[in-house]
């Protein structure tokens, strides 16, 4: 798994010990008010979900979403990067930022780049984005980064009620 650069941001691959800075990004509710998971209680959590879903993916896939650390403080200040979809057939671009990130650029910046590396480095030739559909920042960024509205899914959500999520592509 590679690292990327961008003018503000290092996308690196996550790591246990990136559990502490993890954990808001996985237990805020307004964090992940259109993410459709369950929220995490305790960094022990954090650690498990790190284990069970990037580090993990990183292993079968080669690839998964990158830690997003601002270069100017050094901070984890979110994740971004392509995850595979079994069950969708499809390879997903995803971001979660803190909200003290929110409004600068941050997703669009970082995911333009994850973006390429999946074009030019992983040859992959479609790339989608799932977005809870009351959720215009995040449609409005994959619309900039190119993505069109295809399709309209129900996904189950983490207590098993549906989920309705727009698919870009």
Same mark, same amino acid.
């Given at each position: 798994?590679?690292?990327?650069?961008?003018?503000?941001?290092?996308?690196?691959?996550?790591?246990?010990?990136?559990?502490?800075?993890?954990?808001?990004?996985?237990?805020?509710?307004?964090?992940?008010?259109?993410?459709?998971?369950?929220?995490?209680?305790?960094?022990?959590?954090?650690?498990?979900?790190?284990?069970?879903?990037?580090?993990?993916?990183?292993?079968?896939?080669?690839?998964?979403?990158?830690?997003?650390?601002?270069?100017?403080?050094?901070?984890?200040?979110?994740?971004?990067?392509?995850?595979?979809?079994?069950?969708?057939?499809?390879?997903?671009?995803?971001?979660?930022?803190?909200?003290?990130?929110?409004?600068?650029?941050?997703?669009? &910046?970082? *995911?333009?780049? #994850?973006?390429?590396?999946? =074009?030019?480095? +992983?040859? %992959?030739?479609?790339?989608?984005? $799932?977005?809870?559909? &009351?959720? *215009?920042?995040? #449609?409005?960024?994959?619309? =900039?980064?190119? +993505?069109? %509205?295809?399709?309209?899914?129900? $996904?189950?959500?983490?207590?098993?009620?549906?989920?309705?999520?727009?698919?870009?592509?």
């Amino acid at each position: 798994m590679q690292s990327l650069d961008t003018p503000r941001l290092l996308l690196r691959p996550l790591r246990l010990d990136d559990a502490d800075a993890y954990f808001p990004l996985v237990s805020d509710a307004a964090i992940n008010r259109y993410t459709g998971q369950a929220l995490v209680a305790d960094v022990e959590g954090a650690r498990a979900l790190l284990q069970q879903h990037p580090l993990r993916d990183y292993a079968q896939h080669g690839f998964g979403r990158h830690a997003v650390i601002e270069k100017s403080s050094g901070e984890l200040i979110g994740f971004c990067g392509l995850k595979r979809l079994p069950e969708l057939g499809e390879v997903d671009i995803g971001y979660r930022f803190l909200p003290r990130c929110w409004g600068r650029g941050y997703a669009t &910046e970082s *995911a333009r780049e #994850a973006l390429r590396w999946g =074009r030019e480095v +992983l040859g %992959l030739t479609r790339i989608v984005g $799932l977005v809870v559909r &009351e959720n *215009a920042a995040s #449609a409005r960024i994959l619309t =900039r980064l190119g +993505l069109r %509205l295809e399709s309209q899914l129900s $996904l189950p959500g983490p207590h098993g009620s549906p989920f309705d999520v727009d698919l870009y592509a």
